[in-house]
Every structure is written in structure tokens, then in C-alpha cells.
């Protein structure tokens, strides 16, 4: 026994009776509290910013996933191509013009998924009334409160 640790014998352990260090731990990383490259504003998570193209490449693919679709069911029907091609650019003209909505949930699409969080946050700032940037004399109102 070393310090209270440990067996008081070490007869009947099938061991020396030495305790050892667990070689197979692993110590956490520690944050460096002196790197001077980092200030508290980069800690904090900034937004991702929304990349229009990437949400207009998007809704336009799922609009001609759609047309496709509808594409294939007036060929099983026996459509004439002059009819299929005139319903396909009249569908493709209104889905564009009705600013075509995706009702999928999708998780992994961060841009859509910025664009409903940008959205929800300026709904709350309107209703709570607060304004996009603070003034320092706002500061001082609240400090002084």
C-alpha cells in the first residue's frame, strides 16, 4: 500500500501489489487561455452566410425534377411531344412565377436551413422591437438602470 492506495498485501491478487499509472487514459486538450490570436469575438460562433445561388440552384432542380415527372407520366399516356412540351413550359412558367416552395425538411441543407433561421430572427427582432445594431448610449441607459 502506497499513500492509502492500493492493496494492504498483495497475497492472493496474482499482482506485485505496485500500482501503476493507466497508460490507456486520455487527457483532455486544454484551452490555451494565453494564445494571443484568439479574442473573445472569435470564439463566439459567427453565422454562415447564405448563398443565394447555391438556394436558386436548388428550388430550380426540384422545379425540373417535377417536370420531369410529369413528363414521364403524359409519355406513358400517350401524348402527343407538341403537348407534352406546351404542359411542361405552362407548369414550368407557373412554378417559377409562384416562387416555388420546398416543403421537405431537409437537415443537411444549411443554406435553407440559415435562410428560415434569418428569417425567424427578424420576425422575433420586430416583434420584441429591438433594432439591428446597439448604440453606445443604449448601453448606458441599461448600465445605468
Known amino acids: ?13 496474482a499482482t506485485n501489489g505496485y ?9 483532455p486538450k486544454s484551452y490555451d487561455k494565453h494564445d494571443k490570436n484568439k479574442n473573445d469575438k472569435d470564439l463566439k460562433d459567427k453565422p454562415k452566410q447564405i448563398n443565394e445561388e447555391l438556394l436558386n440552384h436548388r428550388k430550380k432542380r426540384l422545379i425540373e425534377s417535377k417536370l420531369f415527372e410529369l413528363e414521364d407520366e403524359l ?13 411542361l413550359n405552362k407548369l414550368r412558367i407557373e412554378l417559377e412565377n409562384n416562387k416555388f416552395q420546398d416543403n421537405s425538411n431537409s437537415t443537411t441543407d444549411t ?5 428560415k433561421k434569418e ?9 420584441l422591437g429591438l433594432k ?3 448604440d ?8 445605468n438602470k
Request: hydrophobic share 35%.
Open 111 to 115: 443554406h435553407a436551413i440559415n435562410e
Open 119 to 127: 428569417a425567424h430572427n427578424k420576425r422575433m427582432k420586430e416583434a
Open 1 to 13: 500500500m502506497y499513500n492509502g492506495i492500493g492493496v494492504s498485501t498483495a497475497r492472493g491478487t
Open 75 to 87: 409519355i406513358e399516356k400517350g401524348y402527343s411531344e407538341d403537348i407534352i412540351q406546351e404542359k
Open 136 to 143: 453606445d448610449d443604449d448601453i448606458k441607459v441599461i448600465a
Open 19 to 27: 500500482v501503476t499509472k493507466n497508460q490507456a487514459s486520455l487527457k
Open 132 to 134: 439591428d445594431k446597439v
